[in-house]
């Protein structure tokens, strides 16, 4: 089936209820979106296919398995440097995500260990692939945002209210 007809309004509100709680049972959720749980079984599996639901995760506090430090590390390469960084990447547990960016750096790491001496050795690992840059995070005030699945994303397009 086509991913966009799947994304119709019961695809959505699939999506929607499954970001609030994953762990619904078929017969809750379809009871949500107004379908019967062999409907809702079907979908999901449908959406599964088309690669639209990745998974079903948990999410773990971090700071709870003794990952007190979170960092941020742009990294720029270049030449052979480039494969042979992100060939060893794949390799380090502290890399939480890796993006491939456009601009000065190639690559943003998100990085997590238990302490500053084991960053520090992480940076001195680095160092050999390229230049990294690094920042640490404080604190988080938005993390794991919902996607916008039953509407459009409409904080842009709104205009700022006015100062006296």
Known sequence: ??????????????????????????????????????????????????????????????EALGLEVMAFIRMSCGGQNYYRLLEYIHTLEEVR??????????????????????????????????NPVTSLVLSSPVEHRKYAVLGKLTTVTKKPARRR
């Open 1 to 62: 089936m086509d991913s966009t007809a799947l994304l119709d309004s019961y695809g959505r509100k699939l999506l929607d209820q499954l970001q609030r709680n994953a762990r619904l049972s078929l017969a809750e959720l379809g009871r949500r979106v107004g379908l019967s749980p062999t409907a809702t079984t079907e979908r999901l599996k449908q959406m599964e296919e088309a690669g639209i639901v990745r998974g079903f995760t948990v999410e773990i506090d971090r």
């Open 97 to 130: 995500e890796c993006h491939h960016l456009t601009g000065g750096d190639d690559f943003l790491l998100k990085i997590t260990t238990t302490n500053m001496a084991d960053l520090e050795a992480l940076i001195e690992a680095l160092l050999p692939y390229g």
